[in-house]
C-alpha cells in the first residue's frame, strides 16, 4: 500500500482522521529543527559506522520518527521519565544525554552510558530520567508502570512516558500493565510508536485491531491518534495526556501513527514493502522537512539553516571520533555491576 499525504497510518487501514496542527512560535520550530536533526544525523552515522564494522550486534535506526520522541519532550516537565524499547538512541538524545556518551557505548567502548557493556539496546541515565533502552520486546511498559506507581506512592506530580511499537502491543504484559495502571490511577502515558511494520510484517495482517489508540478500551482508558510526523501536532497530544495523568486521572494512550525509513534492524534489508511507498512517506511527511519548510516561509534564511546542520553535523563527528578512539573497559569490568 502507498502512504497518503494526509496520514501515513490511513494507508494501514486506520480511519482516523487528520486533525489541523497548533501553530509553532519560530523558536520552537527551530528547537524542534535542532533537535529531530540531531538525531537523524546521529543515526544516519550510526549506520554508517555499523556498516564499517565499529559497531556489531544490534543496531535499530529511528530514522522517520524523530518527530514524536522531539515532540513528547517539550510536553515534559522536570523530573518526569522516559522508558522504551531498543530503537532508543533518538530517546537518549532528546532527553538530553550526550551524543557522545550513547555512540560510545554503541562502540563498546569506556566512555559509553554503560560503559560499554550495553551497546545499543541497553543504556541509561538517571541523571536524564532515561531509564532505558529494554531488549525484551514489551518489558518496558511493566516497568514503565513501575516508574508511575513510584511516583504515585511518593506523592510527586511526575509522568512516566511509556514508549512501545505496534508489535509490542500485543504483548500479553502490556494488559497487565493496564490493567494495573487504570485500577491504581497511575501517572503512565503509553506512547504507541506505530510504524506500521513492526518487525516486517504489517499491522494489518498481524493486528485484529489496527486502532492502537483503542487498545485500552476494556481498562477504560482513553486514548488518541496522533499524527506522529508532525512535531506540532505530537506536542498538543502530549500536553493533554501528560495534564490529564498529571492531575490524577489515571493513564493515557497515544497512539503515534509514523514510518521507519530504514529496517527493523540495519541487518534487515525491508523487502516487505516498496521503495516507492519509503520514498513517497519520504517525500510527502518527512518530519524535518516539515519545519524546515515552515521556517523558511516565515523568512528564516537558507544560510541559518544550513548553519544550525552544520554544528549538528560537528556534534555528531565529534562523538563519532570519541567513539572509535575511546578505550575499551578493563577485564576488570567483567565482574562488576553483576547480581549475586
Known amino acids: 500500500m502507498v502512504a497518503s499525504k494526509k496520514n501515513v497510518a490511513q494507508a494501514a487501514g486506520s480511519g482516523s482522521k487528520s486533525q489541523p496542527s497548533p ?3 519560530r523558536e520552537q520550530d527551530l528547537h524542534a529543527l535542532r533537535e529531530m536533526l540531531l538525531i537523524r544525523r546521529f543515526e544516519e552515522k550510526a549506520g554508517q559506522l555499523y556498516g564499517m564494522g565499529a559497531i556489531g550486534g544490534f543496531c535499530h535506526l529511528y530514522i522517520g520518527q524523530e518527530a514524536i520522541v522531539v515532540g513528547m519532550q517539550m510536553a515534559l516537565g522536570e523530573g518526569d521519565q522516559v522508558i522504551t524499547g531498543y530503537r532508543d538512541h533518538g530517546h ?5 544525554m550526550d551524543a557522545k556518551g550513547v555512540m560510545a557505548e554503541l ?3 569506556r566512555g559509553g552510558y554503560s560503559r560499554g557493556k550495553g551497546g545499543s539496546m541497553h543504556m541509561f541515565s538517571k541523571e536524564k530520567h532515561f531509564y532505558g533502552g529494554h531488549g525484551i520486546v514489551g518489558a518496558q511498559v511493566s516497568l514503565g508502570t513501575g516508574l508511575a506507581f513510584a511516583n504515585r506512592y511518593r506523592g510527586n506530580d511526575r509522568v512516566s512516558l511509556t514508549y512501545f511499537g505496534d508489535g ?3 504483548q500479553g504484559q502490556v494488559y497487565e500493565s493496564f ?7 497511575l501517572p503512565v502515558v503509553y506512547i504507541i510508536e506505530n510504524n506500521r511494520y513492526a518487525m516486517g510484517t504489517s499491522v494489518a495482517r498481524s493486528s485484529a485491531q489496527i486502532d492502537f489508540s483503542r487498545r ?3 481498562f477504560d482508558i482513553p486514548g488518541e491518534q496522533v499524527d506522529g510526523m508532525d512535531v506540532r501536532a505530537v506536542k498538543a497530544a502530549g500536553d493533554k495526556a501528560v495534564k490529564w495523568c498529571r492531575e490524577g486521572n489515571g493513564p493515557y494512550i497515544l497512539e503515534m501513527q509514523t514510518y521507519r525509513y530504514r529496517g527493523h534492524s540495519m541487518s534487515d534489508p525491508a523487502k516487505y514493502r516498496t521503495r516507492e511507498e519509503v520514498d513517497k512517506v519520504r517525500h510527502d511527511q518527512d518530519p524535518i522537512e516539515q519545519v524546515r519548510n ?10 541559518e539553516l544550513k548553519k544550525i546542520d552544520a554544528k549538528v553535523r560537528e556534534i555528531i563527528n565529534t562523538a563519532a571520533d570519541f567513539a572509535q578512539n575511546d ?10 555491576d553483576i547480581y549475586r
Open 23 to 25: 501553530s509553532f512560535t
Open 92 to 96: 537518549m538524545l532528546a532527553c538530553g
Open 107 to 109: 562502540t563498546g567502548r
Open 168 to 170: 509490542a502491543a500485543n
Open 179 to 185: 490493567n494495573m495502571a487504570q485500577l491504581w490511577k
Open 216 to 218: 485500552g478500551v476494556s
Open 294 to 303: 515552515r521556517l523558511l516561509a516565515s523568512k528564516v534564511s537558507e544560510d
Open 327 to 336: 578505550p575499551e573497559p578493563d577485564a576488570s569490568e567483567l565482574y562488576t
